[in-house]
């Protein structure tokens, strides 16, 4: 006779769903040493009680202290067929400091990352003293260096922004270093765009954040990425925007790095070095494109 051991519970959910709790657990979650236990520990309840909803979890959200003392809710899923999913995809008890390059797939890294700045991310805006402009920064706070130099690196290579670590030492020695990946305006914007949308499963707060983020102007008048061409002249990326930027004459401002479709077509210089892909894509939005500003 075969072996009649205990059958895995299956784990089945939408796979932006999926891809979405990976990046929650890599940040803020964590793997028990039973081999089955997955925890998620969050202050909301309700965002909680929505991840379980549309994860299709059956267990409930409990009261829970956090190792700061602090009151929050957990999520306890007992599901061993769901931890081997993570444990193949890279994750690891006691991940905090041993967390490395994880197997994502590109087609689902925007929503494996808006998990992970949901769980340790920052979304930031204020007023520049100086200039008056709304200034915008994303954060992704972590104490394993070499997972935070991988999205470092993959986000670049996906979308061509460039974000920047630093590393904080505790003067008393007691504790780990810790890692933050900081990407400004350009980079946040462009980020916060490829993974918030309206709809998305999301920490609701963040959500808001993100979307305004999306939706203001970039400002390119008086950017210094402007006057100094070799920081975008490389960039081979287009993103869209649903509304314009225009100028005194009510036509697109190309200081401001937007233009529309049929405005571009008729600039062969700009529009004929793009991707025929990201052409599609832009075309099929019917959205404004922003590209490169000219020399």
Not at 58 to 66: D, L
Not at 145 to 157: A, E, K, M
Not at 269 to 274: A, D, H, I, K, S
Request: proline share 6%; aromatic share 10%; glycine share 10%.
């Amino acid at each position: 006779m075969g072996n009649r051991g205990p059958k895995l519970k299956p784990f089945e959910c939408p796979d932006h769903v999926f891809w979405y709790l990976v990046g929650v657990v890599a940040s803020d979650g964590c793997l028990s040493s039973d081999g089955r236990h997955v925890t998620i520990v969050a202050k909301d309840r309700r965002y909680l009680m929505k991840l379980k909803h549309h994860a299709h979890l059956t267990c409930g959200a409990t009261k829970s202290w956090g190792g700061s003392g602090h009151f929050a809710y957990r999520l306890q899923i007992s599901n061993k067929n769901l931890y081997e999913k993570l444990l193949s995809l890279g994750l690891t008890p006691r991940k905090s400091l041993t967390l490395g390059p994880l197997s994502i797939p590109d087609k689902w890294f925007h929503h494996f990352l808006r998990g992970v700045i949901d769980g340790d991310g920052n979304i930031r805006h204020w007023t520049h003293p100086t200039n008056g402009r709304e200034q915008w920064v994303v954060r992704i706070y972590g104490a394993s260096q070499p997972f935070i130099v991988w999205l470092q690196g993959t986000t670049q290579r996906l979308w061509h922004v460039k974000g920047k670590i630093h590393k904080y030492v505790d003067e008393t020695g007691r504790r780990h270093p810790m890692y933050t990946l900081k990407f400004g305006k350009l980079a946040a914007k462009v980020i916060l765009s490829e993974c918030y949308y309206a709809g998305a499963l999301a920490l609701e707060r963040k959500m808001k954040l993100a979307l305004e983020c999306a939706s203001i102007s970039v400002g390119w008048r008086k950017s210094k990425t402007v006057n100094n061409s070799h920081c975008w002249r490389n960039w081979s990326y287009v993103h869209t925007y649903p509304r314009p930027i225009r100028g005194p004459d009510d036509k697109p401002d190309p200081t401001a790095g937007l233009v529309a479709e049929e405005f571009a077509t008729d600039m062969p210089g700009w529009w004929n070095g793009l991707h025929d892909g990201l052409k599609t894509r832009c075309l099929e939005r019917d959205m404004w494109v922003r590209i490169p500003p000219p020399a």
